[in-house]
C-alpha cells in the first residue's frame, strides 16, 4: 500500500489552496498512490480569527473538490482538515473519500488544542472550535484504518482504541507548531507506533515563517518497530511511501504486547 502525505504551503486563498491541492495529488497518484493525505486546515490559515470566515456546512464546495479528486484520480483521500460549521458550532473536521469519491469517514478533532507553553506557543482552539465526541476508523481493501488530528494524538486512549478496533495505521492530518515540533513530533509518532504495532503517518503542512501560526512540517511515517520510513524537511513536499501491511504481524509475533495485556486487572472502554 503506497501513501502519499501533501505537504503542502498554505496561503490565504482558499481557491489557490485547492487548486494546489489538487495540483499535488495528481503528482502522487501518478507514482500510484493508494491513500492521499493532506494537512491538518489544509485550506485556510491555522489561526482562530480565519476559522468562522472559512468555514462551510457539511457538503460545503471544498468537500466536494476533495470527492471528485478522490474519484478522478481513483484514490482514497483523506481530506486533512478544514473548518465545519453546523449546528452554530465550528468543528476542526477531516473528511475521508474512497475511490469512487464517496464519503466514508468524518473525523471532528476531539482534544481541542489549548496549550501555554512558558517561553514558547500560546493557542485556545477552544475560544472558537467545538470538540468532537467519536473514535473515527474506516474501512479500506487494505484493512482498518485510522484516524484523529493534531492534538488528537498526544492521547494514548484514543489511538490504543483505534488499534484495538483494528486499525492497520493511524493517519493525523496535523499542524506542530516550532514550540511543540522540535520537542515531541517523532517522539510521539515513534512512540504510538511502537505502543501500538502498527504505521503511524503525521502529516503537515509546510512551514510559513511569515504566518502568524508556523507548523514544524516534517511530515513522518513509522513503521511497528518504530523505524521512521520517512520525514520530510519543513518545505513543500509529496512524500509517497510504500508500507509492508504484512510487517503489523510480523511485529506482533515477535513481541506480543497487545495479545499479552492483562485484561483481568485494567481495561479500556468506550462509552456509547
Known sequence: MKIAQIQMAVSADREANLHRAGELLRQAAAQNADIGVLPEMFCCPYDNSCFDAYSEPEGGPAQRALSALAAELGIYLIGGSLPEKTGGKLYNTSYVYDRQGRQIARHRKVHLFDIDVAG???????????PGGEVTVFDTEFGPMGLCICFDFRFEELARLMALR???VLFVPAAF????????WEL???????????????????????????AYGHSIVCDPWGTVLHQCGADEEIAVTELDMGRIDSVRRQLPLLSARRTDLYRLEEEN
Open 188 to 214: 510521539l509518532f515513534r512512540q504510538r507506533a511502537v505502543d501500538n504495532q502498527l504505521f503511524t503517518a503525521g502529516t503537515s503542512p509546510a512551514r510559513d515563517t511569515a504566518a502568524s501560526y508556523t
Open 166 to 168: 483494528g486499525a492497520k
Open 120 to 130: 514558547g506557543q500560546r493557542f485556545f482552539e477552544s475560544d472558537t472550535l467545538s
Open 177 to 184: 507548531n516550532m514550540t511543540t515540533g522540535p520537542a515531541h
